[in-house]
């Protein structure tokens, strides 16, 4: 099961994703399409919080990486989140030509 709460503030023109549970299985297209519903309301800038997340399958994953391709800053405290995130942002960044951009989240 995952949790999903949504902030918006529109002041600062963002979204927060705050995740609890479990990133795998169904609840990966179910991230997916709440992402895709806050692109679609054009938000300059978007968290996904990572912190009550336990479990993150393959998909999950692939979902985390997508998201943080296209701009999301990506929160972790735990060890399991705080490697999947160091995966993915230190691939990004041997791979992308945005890297400085994105060593900025990084360090969030």
Same mark, same amino acid.
């Given at each position: 099961?995952?949790?999903?709460?949504?902030?918006?503030?529109?002041?600062?023109?963002?979204?927060?994703?705050m995740l609890?549970?479990?990133?795998?299985?169904?609840?990966? +297209?179910?991230?997916?399409?709440?992402?895709?519903?806050?692109?679609?309301?054009?938000?300059? #800038?978007? &968290?996904?919080? =990572? !912190?009550?997340?336990?479990?993150?399958?393959? +998909?999950?994953?692939?979902?985390?990486?997508?998201?943080?391709?296209?701009?999301?800053?990506? #929160?972790? &405290?735990?060890? =399991? !989140?705080?490697?999947?995130?160091?995966?993915?942002?230190?691939?990004?960044?041997?791979?992308?030509?945005?890297?400085?951009?994105?060593?900025? #989240?990084?360090?969030?």
């Amino acid at each position: 099961m995952l949790k999903i709460t949504q902030h918006r503030d529109a002041a600062l023109e963002s979204v927060s994703f705050m995740l609890e549970g479990r990133l795998a299985g169904p609840w990966v +297209d179910e991230l997916d399409a709440c992402w895709h519903q806050m692109v679609a309301n054009q938000q300059n #800038r978007s &968290v996904v919080d =990572l !912190t009550g997340v336990t479990f993150v399958d393959a +998909d999950g994953k692939a979902l985390l990486t997508k998201l943080w391709q296209q701009g999301a800053e990506l #929160r972790a &405290v735990g060890c =399991l !989140t705080r490697c999947i995130v160091e995966e993915i942002t230190k691939a990004g960044h041997a791979g992308s030509s945005h890297s400085s951009r994105k060593g900025k #989240r990084e360090g969030s």
